[in-house]
């Protein structure tokens, strides 16, 4: 099983990144698929999660409305899209897979907000 993200990069106040994340080793159309991050100091949190089918997405209210997520089931990707990126927005972008409890994580991609 493996996930690999990719795609994260410095990035000004404002700007906008498209993080990618490539499964492989599982049956990816059955698995609910997420992204979270990770700041220093700070706990892992949950910024975005999408359904198997991709019929139904939800969103931590401090990205709702500026990212993104979706996948594409024949590529075996999830991605997530992020706009009017903030210096708050600078972490470690982790990608997860889950069904039934059992979960699986990618390595993750820094992504840093700074003029």
């Known amino acids: 099983v493996q996930l690999v993200e990719s795609g994260g990069a410095l990035v000004q106040p404002g700007g906008s990144l498209r993080l990618s994340c490539a499964a492989s080793?599982?049956?990816?159309?059955?698995?609910?698929m997420s992204w979270y991050r990770q700041a220093p100091g700070k706990e892992r949190e949950l910024v975005a999660t999408?359904?198997?089918?991709?019929?139904?997405?939800s969103y931590a209210d401090s990205v709702q409305g500026r990212f993104t997520i979706s996948r594409d089931n024949a590529k075996l990707t999830v991605y997530l899209q992020m706009n009017s990126l903030k210096p708050e927005d600078t972490a470690v972008y982790y990608c997860n897979a889950i069904l039934r409890g059992i979960g699986y994580w990618g390595q993750g991609t820094q992504v840093t907000v700074s003029s």
């Open positions: 080793g599982f049956t990816f159309r059955r698995y609910d």
């Open positions: 999408i359904t198997s089918a991709g019929g139904s997405t």
